[in-house]
């Protein structure tokens, strides 16, 4: 089983409220990403990291903004949240630089902004 | 860019073999391809990998012809449970870095 977790699993927010939601792995993974998806539709790659300090934005235009400190945790914020951004958010890890690489997904959070 | 091209929706039996295939005609040299299946609710999880020709595992087949513009999942036998969205993913190019980006996926729905 993979060791990935992200937190909170479901999250009901107001307006403008700053919110961020949490990914971490205990793999060693250098790479991380963050999709995001509506019920019944693809994955859009947001955000995904290459390593520490390392960030790039997704083909998805997304308000939201990452960082990356630390190996095992790739948090995701979001300054302001809206109704727009209500959707599934899921992280996921692989190791760097192969190009059979594996993805391994967490649970994802369900953000729902009122 | 390599995209990929799948059906939206397929419907099966259950005990039936299942094929979907996956067209990602601009695959880099190096990259392999990766199937996934998800659930709703959750997120995609690896079935299967490969590179060229013929790959199996405990759930699945994966073939891949010589010109490696395509590939088909095999899935032997589907029961209720294999009812699901299943990606095809090839390397991507994010601004010069490779990233893994999904298609559209197909539903298959497994009736009794």
């Known amino acids: 089983e993979a060791d990935i977790y992200q937190t909170p699993r479901y999250l009901v927010i107001g307006t403008g409220k700053k919110i961020t939601l949490e990914c971490s792995q205990t793999?060693?993974?250098?790479?991380m990403y963050w999709y995001q998806q509506d019920p019944g539709m693809e994955l859009h790659l947001i955000h995904y990291s290459y390593g520490v300090n390392s960030t790039e934005k997704g083909d998805l235009s997304s308000e939201s903004t990452v960082s990356r400190i630390r190996t095992e945790h790739f948090p995701l914020t979001l300054e302001s949240a809206r109704p727009s951004h209500t959707s599934q958010y899921l992280c996921a890890s692989s190791e760097l630089g192969a190009t059979n690489e594996k993805l391994f997904f967490g649970s994802g959070t369900q953000l729902s902004v009122l | 860019l390599a995209k990929t091209t799948q059906p939206i929706s397929m419907d099966s039996y259950e005990g039936q073999e299942v094929n979907i295939t996956c067209s990602h005609n601009?695959?880099?040299?190096?990259?392999?391809i990766t199937w996934y299946q998800q659930f709703p609710s959750q997120g995609p999880r690896f079935i299967i990998q490969g590179y060229k020709t013929k790959v199996t595992n405990e759930v699945a087949s994966l073939f891949i012809p010589a010109d490696r513009k395509s590939s088909t999942l095999s899935l032997p036998r589907v029961s209720l449970s294999d009812t699901a969205v299943y990606y095809c993913l090839v390397g991507d190019r994010q601004a010069g870095r490779r990233a893994l980006t999904f298609g559209s996926g197909t539903r298959l729905q497994v009736q009794p």
């Open positions: 793999m060693g993974h250098d790479k």
């Open positions: 601009n695959i880099a040299t190096n990259d392999y």
